[in-house]
């Protein structure tokens, strides 16, 4: 069985202090990039679908209709790329707020073991052996999770309208 002395543990909460404010910055971090990319995604398909539905004179000439079709595909090549990116931002930032939960957890036990020795109270038995074990609050992550999925969500449906858009636009020759 590991003691520390107060001492040693005001060490170890400093410590896990620094790092949670990494892990907050890096949480941080992938918000505001995942937001970038969600911004420069949502303007880049406005722009492109501007230009498929942008009325012209020669709208119903060959050669309209095929820029029409490039530029639906750009649309096409653009989304898959801007999936693949936000999936592994949300990714990098689901581990990063994980780890920071869990980092608040142990921070909580060592601010807890810091006072239960400075008011010379024992540990229990479980708490000698650590038998507790750190775990990020599942009701918090939950609603992370959630407030997550409500973003991603009208973010899937843009996408998934301005395609079908596109595609009815290109078939009815508009």
Same mark, same amino acid.
């Given at each position: 069985?590991?003691?520390?002395?107060?001492?040693?543990?005001?060490?170890?909460?400093?410590?896990?202090?620094?790092?949670?404010?990494?892990?907050?910055?890096?949480?941080?971090?992938?918000?505001?990039?995942?937001?970038?990319?969600?911004?420069?995604?949502?303007?880049?398909?406005?722009?492109?679908?501007?230009?498929?539905?942008?009325?012209?004179?020669?709208?119903?000439?060959?050669?309209?209709?095929?820029?029409?079709?490039? @530029? =639906?595909?750009?649309?096409?090549?653009?989304? &898959?790329?801007?999936?693949?990116?936000?999936?592994?931002? $949300?990714?990098? /930032?689901?581990?990063?707020?994980?780890?920071?939960?869990?980092?608040?957890?142990?921070?909580?036990?060592?601010?807890?073991?810091?006072?239960?020795?400075?008011?010379?109270?024992?540990?229990?038995?479980?708490?000698?052996?650590?038998?507790?074990?750190a775990k990020p609050d599942p009701v918090r992550?939950?609603?992370?999770?959630?407030? @997550? =999925?409500?973003?991603?969500?009208?973010?899937? &449906?843009f996408a998934v309208l301005t395609l079908y858009?596109? $595609?009815?636009? /290109?078939?009815?020759?508009?």
């Amino acid at each position: 069985m590991e003691y520390l002395s107060v001492e040693q543990q005001k060490v170890k909460y400093e410590e896990n202090s620094l790092t949670l404010g990494k892990q907050a910055k890096l949480v941080r971090y992938n918000e505001t990039k995942a937001g970038q990319i969600v911004v420069s995604y949502v303007l880049f398909v406005a722009v492109m679908f501007s230009l498929i539905t942008s009325s012209s004179s020669s709208s119903s000439s060959f050669i309209f209709r095929r820029i029409r079709w490039v @530029l =639906f595909s750009q649309i096409l090549l653009i989304s &898959a790329s801007f999936w693949l990116a936000i999936t592994m931002v $949300i990714k990098r /930032l689901v581990g990063a707020k994980y780890h920071y939960e869990l980092s608040l957890m142990v921070r909580q036990m060592l601010l807890e073991e810091i006072l239960m020795v400075q008011n010379g109270q024992m540990k229990s038995p479980e708490q000698q052996q650590g038998g507790r074990l750190a775990k990020p609050d599942p009701v918090r992550l939950r609603q992370w999770y959630t407030n @997550l =999925f409500a973003i991603l969500s009208p973010l899937i &449906a843009f996408a998934v309208l301005t395609l079908y858009a596109c $595609i009815v636009i /290109l078939l009815d020759g508009k």
